[in-house]
Structures are given as structure tokens and as C-alpha cells.
């Protein structure tokens, strides 16, 4: 059912949707980690478009960070994905987490501008569109154990935790371990394997 947009919101239910990773191995080794699947890539496949592969990196992000107990009011209660600003996913998010669960958790997607309402979410995709208010946001966000997740050039020196990049034409991330610690998150060894890990400012490594 079509969503609507603002800060209405959807819950949905558990269970497994199959993508197909065509032309994208870094994101087929990032969901065979995340499913314990063999990595299978199907020449056929329909390739994915941009939005669509960095949908299905926000949900394994998901699987591959640890908030700590106060991040949410029970183990029971949704994992709340926000996009603040323009969405540029369409629908591919929600369908990305149609039927999706992590450790017995729904996935909740919010759609909203309001920063205080970011709070409540365990992880805020900041569309490029909020680029003149990234650091009303980030600071708005200082305290809270939100996992930040942007696209905008120098969103991780910046203070944002996850930031998208495209190298040869392919969906990359780096990870800022400071914004990371200040929230309070854990990342897997295996996802920091994947990524570019810098400092506030500063690069650590490359891959």
C-alpha cells in the first residue's frame, strides 16, 4: 500500500524479501554477511539503481550496529528508520523492509523534518536536500544514540556517522568511528572491514 508522506509511518511485519545484488559485490558481500547466505550473483539479474542499493545498505547497517538498551523503549518495540527531507528512495525502502525483521524487530520507516521527532529513531537517513542544515541536525543529534547515515559530500568529516560515496561506479561507505562513539554505537568488525574509517576530520583508512 502506497505510503504517505510527512511523518506518517508504517510498520512491517516479519519475514524475507529476496533481492537480486547484479554488478554490485560489495553489496552482495554485505547481505551474505548480514543473511549467512553463499554469495550467489546471477548474471541475468536486473541490476539495481542507486536508491535501490542504498535501501538495502541501510537495512544491513541495521544488523551490523549495536545501540545501546536505553535507544529504544523495550527490545520489542520497532527499529525506526527516519529519512529527513527530500526522499530520494521512492519506494524502494519500504521495500527493501517489507516483511523484514532483525532480531525479532519491525522496521518502522518515518518520513519527517522535525528534529526532535528524529530522536526517536534508531537510524536517520539525511537526504542530500538537508545539506545547508547538516549541522543543525547533527547537533540537534549530539546525545542521542541515532545512527546517521548521509550522502552529502563531507557528511562523515562533518560529524555524520555513515556516509555514502560512489567510487567507480560503485556504492561505497565510510564509517566516522568518533560520530559512532559519541552515539554510543558499536560497529561490527566485519562492516568496518568494509568501510573507509576516519576520524572527525580526518582519514584513518582507505580501501
Not at 44 to 51: A, C, I, N, T, V
Not at 89 to 102: D, H, N, P, T, Y
Request: proline share 5%.
Amino acid at each position: 500500500m502506497p505510503m504517505k508522506r510527512q511523518t506518517n509511518q508504517k510498520i512491517f511485519p516479519a519475514s524475507r524479501l529476496r533481492l537480486r545484488w547484479a554488478c554490485f559485490p560489495l553489496l552482495a558481500i554485505i547481505w551474505s554477511l548480514a543473511c549467512n547466505l553463499p554469495l550467489a550473483l546471477d548474471a541475468q539479474s536486473r541490476p539495481l539503481d542507486e536508491y535501490e542499493v542504498k535501501a538495502a545498505f541501510l537495512f544491513n547497517f541495521a544488523k551490523f550496529v549495536d545501540w545501546p538498551k536505553d535507544a529504544s523503549p523495550n527490545e520489542h518495540s520497532p527499529i525506526r528508520v527516519g529519512v529527513v527531507g527530500k526522499d530520494p528512495f521512492g519506494q524502494a525502502l519500504e521495500r527493501v523492509v517489507a516483511r523484514k525483521s532483525i532480531n525479532g524487530r519491525d522496521l518502522q520507516i518515518v518520513h519527517t523534518k522535525s528534529l526532535a521527532e528524529l530522536k526517536t529513531c534508531q537510524i536517520v537517513f539525511v537526504s542530500s536536500s538537508e545539506e545547508g542544515r547538516l549541522p543543525e541536525i547533527i547537533m540537534s543529534l549530539r546525545g542521542s544514540s541515532v545512527l546517521t547515515v548521509g550522502e552529502s559530500d563531507d557528511f562523515a568529516p562533518r560529524g555524520g556517522a555513515i556516509q555514502f560515496t560512489i567510487d567507480d561506479n560503485k556504492i561505497r561507505f565510510t564509517i566516522n568511528v568518533d560520530a559512532a562513539e559519541r552515539a554510543h554505537l558499536k560497529f561490527s568488525s566485519k562492516l568496518l572491514s568494509l568501510a573507509k574509517v576516519i576520524h572527525d576530520g580526518a582519514e584513518q583508512v582507505k580501501n
